[in-house]
């Protein structure tokens, strides 16, 4: 062995886990501290109180006095404590020393995070803010007594009143608190976590962006306590962001398309429903960093936890492939640093009335895999027993089964779908164990399973009379790994299947529940593209002159010839079984075929532009053929055609296409 490369190696390794360490502390550490010039109304230097220091939390009984630190407080000041909704609390000091003020809190006030700020007479100063946990009054402590065999206890409160009906796990055993809000676990503890099932109409902290719903456990057979407290809200309207395969790596100019491109796209997106008086969530669904540079490019989890926290809302967050540690030959050891960092790799919440379960469908195999050397990355696409068994025991605490469940889990459940020689679509299994998993749901009437992993879309519906199980793969964050928007290429952002790079919108309200696909860059009008066929010959000498047309054929496929046939091809993103497709021209209603091709804007914005490079395209990011292409005939050339396409809800979206319409990497 050489020792230097070893050692090289294992501190690599010792280096990911510093930078851990360090972004833990300074998420740990956001909002400590007071600042006196966060925007006063008065100078710092006028303010009589000064070196106030605020906590990042309170936990505290309504009733109980706490003190505040700070030099100048006087009997009588206020303190007041704003609501992220602008509900304002005050309370009075009560006492003060020379370092320090007692208060009490406000009478009504409930759990939440509050701005915090100080006045006296018409001086007023800003503090700052924390996260305030109101706890169960009691007079002995919050300390619950222990039971014969049970190694995990605790209470699930809001306001400091236990919430019956909550479910409690640790991922290998269910239960549901008392009436009390008391639960008890038999726990081998060795996930090391337990968490709830966040009931609807509460919600959690966070640290940063990730909601804590859950809590580490200690190794050993003792006995813990973990009390979770819970935050009033009404999340019955509600929109869930499902963006899928972020793969930042720190490479192909990833991270700055993330900020430029993505981020102001999903927190315009954020604002927008939050201004219409929505609660607002992301879920992602897998592959949010890329094992193979965890350690060469010294970008991991900790680092995608940075840019996560800058969407302007909480996220949920999904374990995929690429998230695994690629030094370990083992599944479940594979997972410690997402259980370390992003916490259990499947668990339950809810919002409002829809139940959401996030799974874990990837078996990590990892063949070759040990300290210092990046495995095969090798896996399967399955749900592991001890996950399985836990959804049952899930699956059984929930009463209503008409209320929509939300399945959460990277790789597809089903094959995508393919059109045969009859026009319609086939397709099977993709995911070992499907039909099982597909039965665990029986008697549920309205069940959504959200997949990424393709980066395409499509959508596979089975109904049997009222009941609907439907799965919806999602095209990626990413598109085609960044590819088409790097340095040097094509300057869009599309996905294989010639979808542009972007997320899933889910609206709920109550048990109704709308989506549609939101591209990067773009309203959410925009839901097809379509080309003039007589225009699309891709070329070399056009697309790829540092290619020849011999090794671009195998890629350009049907476009590699020119088609003069008066063709035009339409690709709707976010098309299934109940979207209509309809196409006039002159007024005359023209035959719509379904047809499963290859989109040619992603072919020429990818593999030609590889090619270009004298590189080869890479098999995995090559242009997929996709059965959400429509094909319709015209009389001429030069005829224009009115395009209507209109969703399953009613919503419709149209182009009046004037030909010949040109082909261009910028297209819409």
């Known amino acids: 062995m050489n020792i230097k490369t070893e050692k090289t190696k294992l501190w690599k390794k010792a280096i990911l886990s510093l930078r851990l360490l360090l972004i833990c502390g300074v998420i740990l550490l956001a909002g400590l501290g007071c600042s006196d010039n966060d925007d006063p109304i008065d100078t710092p230097s006028a303010f009589p109180i000064t070196n106030i220091s605020i906590p990042s939390t309170l936990n505290v009984s ?24 602008g509900t304002k609390y005050t309370a009075s000091v009560k006492s003060a020393t020379d370092g320090a003020a007692t208060i009490t809190l406000p009478e009504n006030i409930t759990s939440g995070r509050y701005a915090i700020s100080v006045s006296r007479g018409e001086q007023s100063l800003k503090c700052g803010s924390l996260s305030l946990t109101i706890v169960p009054k009691t007079d ?79 190794a050993g057979s003792g006995v813990e306590q973990k009390d979770f407290s819970l935050i009033k809200t009404d999340n019955t309207n509600h929109v869930v962001l499902a963006m899928a395969d972020w793969h930042l790596a720190n490479r192909t100019n990833d991270l700055q398309q993330f900020s430029s491109k993505i981020l102001p796209d999903a927190n315009a997106t954020i604002s927008a429903y939050k201004g219409q008086g929505a609660k607002v969530y992301v879920l992602t669904l897998g592959d949010l960093s890329w094992d193979q540079f965890w350690y060469v490019n010294s970008f991991a989890l900790p680092e995608y936890v940075l840019e996560m926290n800058k ?22 050891e594979s997972e410690n640093p997402w259980r370390r960092i992003l916490g259990p790799t499947y668990y339950a919440f809810n919002l409002g009335d829809v139940h959401y379960i996030v799974l874990d469908n990837i078996e990590f195999i990892n063949n070759g895999g040990k300290q210092g050397t990046v495995g095969d990355r090798s896996y399967n696409t399955r749900i592991v027993q001890d996950q399985t068994e836990w959804l049952k025991k899930y699956l059984a605490t929930i009463e209503d089964k008409t209320k929509p469940v939300v399945v959460g889990m990277h790789a597809p459940l089903f094959s995508r779908p393919q059109v045969n020689a009859s026009g319609n679509y086939t397709s099977g299994y993709a995911m070992g164990g499907g039909s099982a998993f597909e039965s665990a749901f029986a008697g549920f009437t309205n069940v959504h399973v959200l997949t990424g992993h393709s980066h395409i879309n499509w959508a596979i519906e089975k109904e049997e009379g009222a009941s609907t199980f439907m799965e919806h793969n999602i095209g990626a964050v990413c598109a085609t790994w960044w590819w088409t928007g790097h340095n040097g290429y094509a ?20 048990k109704d529940i709308k989506w549609h696909y939101k591209s990067t860059g773009y309203d959410k009008d925009y839901q097809f593209r379509a080309y003039d066929l007589n225009k699309v010959h891709i070329t070399a000498s056009e697309f790829a002159p540092g290619s020849t047309d011999a090794l671009l054929a195998p ?29 006039k021209e002159n007024g005359t209603p023209l035959e719509v075929k379904r047809v499963n091709v290859k989109d040619p804007l992603h072919i020429v914005s990818y593999s030609a532009k590889r090619l270009d490079k004298k590189a080869t395209p890479t098999s995995s990011f090559e242009t997929h053929t996709t059965s959400h292409m429509f094909k319709v005939q015209a009389s001429t050339a030069t005829s224009s055609l009115d395009i209507k396409v209109t969703d399953r809800f009613g919503n419709t979206y149209s182009e009046t296409m004037t030909r010949p319409k040109n082909f261009t990497y910028s297209m819409r």
């Open 62 to 85: 309504m009733g109980q006095e706490f003190t505040i630190s700070g030099k100048g407080f006087q009997q009588g000041d206020q303190i007041h404590f704003t609501s992220d909704g």
């Open 311 to 332: 969407l302007n809302c909480p996220v949920f967050n999904l374990i995929g492939n690429h998230d695994n540690d690629p030094w370990i030959p083992n599944d479940w």
């Open 140 to 218: 002995g402590g919050n300390e619950i007594p222990d039971k014969e065999g049970m190694t995990v206890k605790g209470m699930v409160y809001s306001d400091g009143v236990g919430i019956p009906g909550v479910v409690v796990s640790d991922g290998i055993e269910v239960t549901v608190t008392d009436e009390k809000g008391i639960y008890y676990l038999p726990s081998a503890k060795k996930n090391g976590y337990v968490f709830i099932a966040v009931p609807g109409n509460y919600e959690v902290n966070t640290n940063g962006n990730l909601p804590q719903f859950y809590q580490q456990l200690s």
């Open 491 to 510: 300057d869009n952002h599309i996905c294989k299947d010639g979808s542009p790079g972007g997320y899933g919108i889910w609206e709920m309200n109550g």
């Open 555 to 583: 890629y350009a496929g049907e476009y590699a010839s020119p088609n003069n046939n008066n063709e035009v091809l339409i690709n709707v993103f976010g098309y299934d079984d109940k979207w209509t497709v309809e196409v």
